[in-house]
């Protein structure tokens, strides 16, 4: 394969290269943690050279940030479809898409070897800034999508607000999921019928 400079978008073999890379990074970090992952490492299990790692991601924290990425887009999009079932039912939504989240990140890699404290400072850096800034973006969008007389703001509101809640959740576990769904609906709930209209 001859090298290229990178280019702003890259043609599917590219990207098949680089899905091949982060899929990797996820069976190392299952097996034995990101501390004790190398780009040598990676480049091995994706079956691709050391230099090819290199050329897709630039480093090792670009390559992180990559999987990070990846595993909060994936949580967030069983969300979104979630919520999307039961727009007719905004606490109910509410109430379902947190335990959701909680249940799918306690079997997430990444968030196990954070609550494990394998890792240190990198990952949870990591996972905060990139999981607040997808989170915050996808699920303000969804709500203004699913619930359009909820204004922009607002929503940013709510959605920053429960992504908050939600990783601190997800990396610092003190109750069941469920119960963390209770317990945040009943706070948060008030809000919801706020912004929608719903006067009690």
């Known amino acids: 394969m001859s090298r290229v400079a990178r280019r702003p978008a890259p043609p599917a073999t590219d990207r098949r290269v680089r899905d091949l890379i982060v899929d990797a990074v996820d069976e190392l970090v299952r097996s034995r943690g990101w501390s004790a992952t190398t780009m040598s490492d990676v480049a091995t299990a994706a079956g ?3 230099q090819t790692v290199y050329n897709e991601f ?3 924290p670009e390559l992180v940030q990559a999987y990070v990425q990846r595993e909060i887009e994936a949580l967030i999009g069983q969300v979104e479809t979630l919520v999307r079932s039961r727009a007719d039912d905004a606490r109910g939504a509410l109430h379902g898409a947190f335990g959701l989240f909680l249940e799918l990140a306690s079997d997430e890699p990444l968030v ?6 394998a890792e240190g400072d990198e990952l949870v850096r990591l996972l905060t800034a990139t999981g607040l800034a997808v989170a915050s973006d996808r699920l303000g969008a969804l709500i203004v999508e ?8 607002d929503a940013r ?3 920053e607000s429960m992504a908050r809640l939600a990783i601190s959740h997800a990396l610092s576990p ?3 999921a469920t119960q963390a769904a209770d317990a945040v ?3 948060v709930g008030p809000f919801v019928d706020e912004i929608l209209g719903a006067r009690r």
């Open 112 to 117: 196990r070897v954070i609550v494990n404290d």
């Open 58 to 60: 630039g480093s090792r």
């Open 174 to 176: 003190t109750v069941p």
């Open 48 to 50: 691709v050279s050391r």
């Open 185 to 187: 609906t009943r706070m």
């Open 157 to 159: 509101l709510l959605a």
């Open 146 to 153: 699913v619930w359009p007389q909820v204004c922009a703001a």
